[in-house]
């Protein structure tokens, strides 16, 4: 190789010296070493040139070695040696790709803004769709999005001729090498790129969601496509590489997007989120341009008059938007909560970001989101504090409880929700739960009792989404909540819990007078199949027909196109509309037999809609024409049909099969444990029928059981005591512990009773153990046994339990009477005022004002005047209003809290007064029980002593109590809880001056 090197060199040295003789040594730098053995241009003219040639000939032989070992590459070493070296000199700019242009000037603004559409269930069940078609991917659901906050607007970013430039960082010798390297070894590409002319696409502020949403671009799991950037996520994976505005809102993107692929992007979201200043809008508008250079220099570390030399490397940091910081921290979570292995420091800064007391409710808010996603909530710093609202004095900000509650959805939506519950009937769900408490915030049940309606349903549907054991008591609670809309969202959400007593009760909801209370039902009703919809098809509101086309589409099943077939000739054009959409992903031969009924029998738009699904489907729509004649339109689907041979005879099979029952293949096992039971009762013990039925009872399963206790329950005749002592006790350890609550030592009767209890905080005790329980407790005189009992039946209101509570008013110790009195307040049924109405003449003062404030929750007015006698003789019965004149001053306070909850005149004119009192306490109260009377004609009373009030707890009273009285869509607009306690006052008086002018005021009617 030397040799040939000396032949070359030959040729070519002299035609460089010739040049310039110093041209070896100026072209690189040679070592010290190197210099001290060269010499001076002066002492090279005075040597020979057989000297300077062997000079020459020696250094140039060891470069171009050294430059031959390296490259690997010996042929073309020569030829590129003046490219290399002018490679090195001329500093090289990285260019935005001329596909990406438009993208780019795109993104190089800031504009992330919340989406306030956004909730937990939607983004979660999206996640889910993902999964399984990654084509129906969108971007709306996302609590933050990118683009134009003005809907309206459309803003067309110019494309400017000159490629932007992203950075002037110097390329690096082996890096152009490679890509040298990479160019040649794909020639036939590059040509194409080069000749064909690249039209850059123009982007507006509204048009990102339809680039994310277009099927024509390849995906970004192509290798292609992250080489040449057109497919979705290829075109952000390849600007997140530019250290700028764009670079970093296309790494959020993309983590938003695409989180289980953008692991490399966290570095870049840690530097948006924690390292960039925020922008505050009071610089920006000022004096924008000199303000925000300052701040990129002290962001750099850097001031004005100092010296940048030394920071010319590091990159600088604009302030951005708290929006774009807040998605920035949205993406980091969703990375995380994909990744396999979540980086330990990135989430140390996350959570002792939370525990800084300086940041904003909006940055805690979204941190307690974001984290909820891969850390339980129990374990997220200060979540705990924020749901605590023990405390009235101290709550709060109503924006952080529900930043909280949103975590707790969040957590339980990725990691218990089970989409079974919103798809399949609920009954085939598991009856199991895997509630674990130490997840969930210590203060986790006080939600329920939150003044924010919202707070209220978030806590409901949280309940029923992780199986909590007391979900049904929870979401019955919650169905005589003073809001409807927490009303309407119980209902709805009993559809997932999958339990037979969630059904009855649904069933009973949908025929509530509300409209809006029968829509959450056919809700509710949706995961149980189309036979529980059947009864709301000929609902008289289109609000009801339209939910229930919905939930009929969600299921593609014979019964459900039947039951979509009346639908699609419904007087409403949106409720044909939706049985049309709602079949888009229906097999053909279900869809297809509707699509024909909807043009031959839909109006314009649905004949319209069915036509363009129908050609999908099959490729060809015949001679039908939407504008014809309902005649013409019958011959031509029938000629479609034979020319197609499309499924016609659906609708016959189905009409004759009829909606069965999803349960129906259940029945079989229900004749034969009811024929076994038959047995039990109507043989002898020593029978070998009565032996062979024991047998086959004792085998079932425990979901079985409650078909035999069921049985039991409803039996009229006398049931041998084997029953009770010896099948059940196999069956359920239940009946063993009620067997020892009969025994005649009370250790062994308390220890039964603690079991009991300790049984029904998982589930509750069924109707046949509480009506056992009933005899048993009927002779028992010791007070602890009858507290533990009376809590085992606490959570549970049928009519059993309310029938050993009427024992319990009844003993003859006064703190039993007191635990049936709570039992009754806590239900508040009307049919239990009756049985309190005796208590009310009890001896015992505190019996009496434990079932004042029961009836009072009643909601029953028999109890204002009491139980008339016919016969004059006889004194009237015990009544609120005979209380009025008590000794006591408590129980007359109580006797008047409880008829104004009743609407009774002279009770509430009687709380007027004493609103007036001279004393601070009986005023304060007084105001306390006009608020949660609920009785709307204490609204003015109520301004009108805020109007005069100077003391500052009981205006701060006044106001709540307000609240309470006045739905929030009725409430003052310029209304704020951090303006002052008179000026809120004032408020209040303009508003009902307003108000009271308008003779139909629905708000000021009364109950």
Request: hydrophobic share 35%; proline share 3%; aromatic share 6%.
């Given at each position: 190789m030397l040799f040939c090197h000396f032949l070359i060199f030959d040729r070519i040295l002299p035609s460089i010296l010739s040049v310039s003789p110093t041209i070896s040594f100026s072209v690189f730098t040679p070592t010290p070493q190197m210099q001290s053995g060269l010499h001076s241009r002066n002492c090279l003219s005075e040597r020979p040139v057989t000297h300077q040639r062997l000079y020459a000939y020696l250094i140039l032989t060891g470069l171009l070695s050294c430059c031959a070992l390296l490259s690997g590459c010996q042929k073309n070493l020569l030829r590129n040696v003046q490219q290399t070296y002018a490679s090195i000199l001329k500093k090289e700019t990285k260019q935005v790709p001329k596909e990406l242009e438009g993208l780019h000037t795109y993104l190089s603004q800031d504009l992330w803004f919340q989406n306030h559409h956004w909730s937990a269930f939607k983004e979660w069940k999206t996640r889910l769709d993902q999964a399984s078609d990654p084509l129906n991917s969108s971007i709306d659901v996302h609590r933050w999005m990118f683009g134009s906050l003005e809907k309206q607007k459309v803003i067309v970013e110019p494309i400017k001729k000159d490629t932007p430039v992203a950075s002037q960082e110097t390329v690096d010798l082996s890096s152009q090498e490679k890509n040298k390297t990479t160019q040649n070894s794909q020639p036939e590409p590059n040509q194409l790129r080069e000749k064909e002319s690249v039209q850059p696409e123009h982007w507006s502020v509204n048009t990102l969601q339809d680039f994310f949403t277009r099927t024509s671009f390849q995906s970004s799991t192509n290798e292609t496509a992250s080489v040449l950037p057109q497919g979705k996520f290829a075109a952000l994976k390849a600007l997140s590489e530019w250290n700028s505005l764009a670079g970093w809102n296309a790494a959020i993107l993309w983590g938003t997007l695409e989180p289980a692929t953008a692991l490399t992007t966290l570095p870049i979201l840690e530097k948006v989120a924690f390292d960039a200043p925020t922008r505050k809008p009071k610089l920006t508008q000022n004096n924008p341009d000199k303000k925000i250079l300052n701040l990129e220099r002290m962001a750099e570390g850097t001031s004005p008059n100092q010296k940048t030399g030394k920071n010319k490397s590091k990159p600088e940091l604009p302030p951005l938007s708290p929006a774009m910081k807040h998605a920035a921290i949205n993406a980091i979570c969703l990375v995380l909560s994909e990744a396999d292995a979540i980086p330990f420091k990135t989430k140390n800064r996350l959570t002792q970001l939370l525990q800084r007391p300086d940041i904003s409710i909006k940055l805690r808010g979204e941190l307690y989101r974001g984290l909820a996603r891969f850390v339980p909530p129990a374990e997220i710093p200060t979540l705990n504090q924020a749901l605590d609202i023990s405390d009235n004095k101290t709550l709060p900000p109503k924006n952080l409880r529900r930043s909280a509650m949103d975590a707790c959805l969040i957590h339980g939506l990725w990691f218990y929700a089970k989409q079974d519950q919103f798809l399949h009937p609920g009954y085939s769900l598991e009856k199991s739960s895997d509630f674990k408490t130490t997840v969930w915030p210590e203060n986790m049940m006080q939600v329920r009792w939150d003044s924010d309606p919202t707070m209220r349903w978030h806590f409901g549907f949280w309940a029923a989404l992780v199986q909590h054991p007391d979900a049904i008591t929870i979401l019955m609670s919650q169905l005589r909540d003073a809001d409807l809309k927490v009303q309407n969202k119980a209902i709805e959400f009993m559809g997932i819990l999958g339990t037979e007593t969630a059904l009855e009760l649904l069933k009973q909801q949908s025929k509530r007078q509300h409209e809006s209370s029968r829509v959450s039902a056919a809700l509710g009703l949706t995961p149980w199949g189309a036979h529980y919809l059947e009864p709301l098809i000929n609902d008289k509101s289109s609000s009801v027909r339209l939910t229930v086309a919905k939930g009929l589409g969600q299921t593609d099943s014979p019964e459900a196109a039947l039951l979509l077939r009346s639908l699609i000739r419904d007087r409403n054009s949106e409720v044909q509309l939706a049985v049309v959409q709602s079949i888009s992903n229906w097999p053909d031969e279900l869809a297809i037999p509707l699509l024909l009924e909807g043009i031959q029998e839909g109006v314009y738009k649905t004949r319209r809609d069915s036509v363009l699904q129908l050609t999908d489907r099959i490729g060809s729509s015949g001679a039908i024409s939407i504008e014809a004649p309902r005649a013409e339109r019958i011959v031509a689907v029938r000629e479609l049909?034979?020319?197609?041979?499309?499924?016609?005879?659906?609708?016959?099979?189905?009409?004759?099969?009829?909606?069965?029952?999803?349960?129906?293949?259940?029945?079989?096992?229900?004749?034969?444990?009811?024929?076994?039971?038959?047995?039990?009762?109507?043989?002898?013990?020593?029978?070998?029928?009565?032996?062979?039925a024991y047998q086959e009872l004792l085998s079932i399963s425990a979901e079985e059981l409650s078909i035999l206790e069921k049985l039991v329950l409803e039996t009229s005749i006398q049931i041998p005591n084997e029953v009770y002592h010896d099948l059940l006790p196999q069956l359920n350890p239940r009946y063993a512990a009620l067997n020892q609550l009969a025994s005649v030592h009370l250790s062994d009767r308390r220890k039964a009773a603690q079991q009991l209890l300790q049984s029904s905080q998982h589930v509750s005790l069924s109707p046949i153990i509480v009506k056992r329980l009933r005899k048993i407790m009927a002779q028992e005189q010791d007070r602890l046994v009858w507290r533990i009992v009376m809590s085992s039946i606490a959570k549970d209101n049928y009519e059993e339990a309310a029938q050993l509570a009427l024992l319990a008013i009844n003993h003859n110790w006064p703190d039993i009477r007191i635990l049936g009195c709570e039992y009754f307040g806590t239900y508040g049924l009307p049919q239990y005022a009756i049985w309190l109405l005796p208590l009310l003449n009890d001896k015992n003062e505190s019996v009496q004002l434990a079932a004042i404030n029961a009836i009072g929750q009643c909601h029953n007015p028999i109890a204002i005047t009491g139980?008339?006698?016919?016969?004059?003789?006889?004194?009237?019965?015990?009544?609120?209003?005979?209380?009025?004149?008590?000794?006591?001053?408590?129980?007359?306070?109580?006797?008047?809290?409880?008829?104004?909850?009743?609407?009774?005149?002279?009770?509430?004119?009687?709380?007027?007064?004493?609103?007036?009192?001279?004393?601070?306490?009986?005023?304060?109260?007084?105001?306390?029980?006009?608020?949660?009377?609920?009785?709307?004609?204490?609204?003015?009373?109520?301004?009108?002593?805020?109007?005069?009030?100077?003391?500052?707890?009981?205006?701060?009273?006044?106001?709540?109590?307000?609240?309470?009285l006045v739905p929030p869509s009725e409430q003052p607009a310029d209304l704020s809880s951090s303006i002052k306690h008179s000026e809120q006052a004032e408020i209040w008086m303009n508003w009902w001056q307003s108000h009271h002018s308008q003779s139909a005021s629905r708000l000021f009617t009364g109950r």
């Open positions: 049909m034979q020319t197609e041979r499309l499924p016609g005879g659906l609708w016959d099979q189905l009409i004759k099969q009829g909606l069965q029952d999803p349960r129906e293949n259940d029945k079989r096992r229900l004749a034969e444990i009811q024929s076994y039971f038959q047995d039990i009762l109507n043989y002898p013990r020593q029978s070998a029928e009565y032996h062979q139980i008339q006698n016919s016969s004059a003789e006889l004194d009237s019965g015990p009544s609120l209003r005979s209380l009025l004149t008590h000794s006591n001053q408590r129980i007359r306070f109580q006797t008047v809290a409880a008829l104004s909850r009743l609407g009774d005149v002279q009770g509430m004119q009687e709380l007027v007064r004493l609103s007036n009192n001279t004393l601070n306490s009986i005023r304060t109260d007084a105001i306390q029980e006009m608020g949660n009377s609920g009785q709307t004609r204490f609204v003015e009373p109520l301004i009108q002593l805020a109007w005069t009030e100077r003391n500052h707890i009981i205006m701060k009273e006044i106001l709540i109590s307000l609240k309470k």
